[in-house]
């Protein structure tokens, strides 16, 4: 079952690594891979959100931080370390790497678990916006596969890490609304 497994992953990475290959998606996967390229637009996001989304705004930009810097350690310096798996670009002789291939662990991809706990967090704080942040993420972890740096079972883990983190941190985000905001707006006014 495992080999079987393994050899789907390897096929996969194959089909997209190799079958997909051409100047321009080089060119779209290592700019959609770069976090950088989107820090204008994600802080303006954010900007709008912190002035023009209320307090579910407010929330959504704390809870994605909290998310960020909790499944970005969780995948680089808990997870990678237990695992080992080296890249594929480190592995396979014949998987292109146009974008570098990086000396860190492959298992779980750090880019998916970003994204993927983005991705639920913006879901369920606002549900129309569902397909983009789905599409995005998606995108994203295509990208880190189509660039050689990750198996999709990579992609997958890491997903399914930020998936969870994120679901703690909306928790947490719960209870903090019904803790300390929730609770203010119950008092009632002193009719002195």
């Not at 079958?19 to 303006?44: E, M, R, Y």
């Not at 996001?45 to 499944?71: D, E, F």
């Not at 967090?121 to 569902?130: D, E, I």
């Not at 880190?144 to 930020?162: E, N, Q, T």
């Amino acid at each position: 079952m495992l080999e079987t497994l393994a050899r789907w992953d390897v096929a996969l990475l194959h089909a997209v690594n190799s079958g997909w290959a051409s100047p321009t998606a080089d060119w779209f996967f290592s700019f959609v891979t770069h976090q950088k390229n989107f820090l204008i637009p994600v802080l303006l996001l954010a900007g709008w959100l912190l002035v023009k989304g209320g307090l579910k705004g407010r929330l959504l930009v704390a809870a994605l931080l909290i998310n960020v810097a909790v499944t970005d350690q969780m995948a680089s310096h808990v997870v990678k370390p237990l695992i080992h798996r080296p890249r594929p670009c480190q592995a396979l002789l014949d998987v292109r790497s146009p974008d570098g291939c990086g000396p860190a662990s492959s298992f779980p991809s750090s880019h998916a678990a970003n994204s993927g706990g983005a991705m639920t967090l913006v879901s369920l704080a606002y549900p129309a916006w569902t397909p983009v942040a789905v599409a995005f993420a998606l995108v994203v972890g295509l990208s880190r596969v189509y660039l050689g740096v990750h198996y999709p079972s990579d992609v997958l883990g890491g997903f399914l890490l930020g998936i969870l983190c994120a679901l703690a941190v909306w928790r947490l985000k719960g209870w903090a609304e019904a803790k300390w905001f929730l609770k203010s707006k119950a008092k009632p006014k002193n009719k002195a």
